[in-house]
């Protein structure tokens, strides 16, 4: 029986902004994890006003969530590894500890959300639920009306096919697409297939929230406005 004001320990690690429910799982399993002293089991509730410990160093369950999107440029790495002296988080320098919702890869650029919520993270990663992210890309050489409709219809990558997607022409090497899919390099692989180089890469769109006038290298708070159409559109990405 769930206790009034509780949740499960995996839900209160993750909201805490330290990691994903799963990795809090495998952190409970090899006994990392305390509440009021004691070594935590798996599925037990938490209150809010119990002192949880992870490897000795508290956590706060209360904490507010915080979720910003960057304009990420090309040659920033999406990764919290300070080992690569080119981290989205060393670029941002935002006073909580925060990473990235998801990856854009290196060459590419454009908008990236993060967050210390890893429930957050957990949701929007889920592909299955088919979470829009839209693209502007520029290619090497005029697209034909082929072209289009074969990104549109699916694109052999990575032993699989692409699922359908929106994709249209908006100049004659520019075009906007739209995917639900999360795969590798996808929209480059996608090009490469067809015969066309991808110039330059930029996400404009995640769910609800757009890019807009943000400008390269800096970042700002998503609303509250924004913030609570995107808790409605993921509200069944459940586990």
Same mark, same amino acid.
Request: charged letters at 30%; glycine letters at 8%; a positive charge.
């Given at each position: ?74 040659? *920033? ?11 989205? +988080?060393?670029?941002?320098? !935002?006073? &909580? @500890? %925060? ?48 072209? *289009? ?11 699989? +096919?692409?699922?359908?997607? !929106?994709? &249209? @022409? %908006? ?69």
């Amino acid at each position: 029986m769930r206790p009034a004001g509780a949740v499960r320990i995996n839900k209160y690690i993750s909201d805490s902004g330290l990691c994903s429910r799963r990795k809090a799982d495998l952190m409970i399993k090899d006994g990392r994890v305390t509440v009021d002293g004691i070594t935590a089991t798996e599925g037990m509730y938490v209150r809010n006003d119990q002192n949880v410990c992870v490897d000795g160093k508290a956590l706060n369950g209360n904490i507010e969530t915080v979720l910003i999107a960057v304009n990420k440029p090309k040659g *920033i790495v999406c990764t919290t590894e300070t080992a690569e002296k080119d981290n989205i +988080v060393d670029m941002v320098k !935002h006073p &909580e @500890r %925060i990473y990235p919702i998801g990856r854009l890869d290196k060459d590419s650029e454009g908008l990236i959300l993060m967050t210390n919520n890893g429930d957050l993270v957990n949701r929007m990663m889920r592909s299955r639920y088919g979470h829009e992210k839209e693209y502007v890309v520029t290619v090497h050489k005029p697209i034909t009306k082929t072209f *289009i409709e074969r990104m549109s219809s699916g694109v052999p990558v990575l032993g699989t +096919v692409t699922k359908k997607c !929106h994709a &249209e @022409r %908006i100049g004659s090497r520019k075009f906007r697409i739209i995917l639900t899919q999360g795969m590798n390099r996808q929209i480059r692989r996608m090009c490469e297939y067809l015969g066309f180089e991808v110039v330059s890469l930029k996400r404009v769109r995640i769910l609800n929230i757009e890019l807009g006038n943000l400008r390269e290298g800096e970042y700002r708070d998503v609303s509250k406005e924004e913030k609570s159409v995107l808790f409605n559109l993921i509200k069944n990405s459940k586990e």
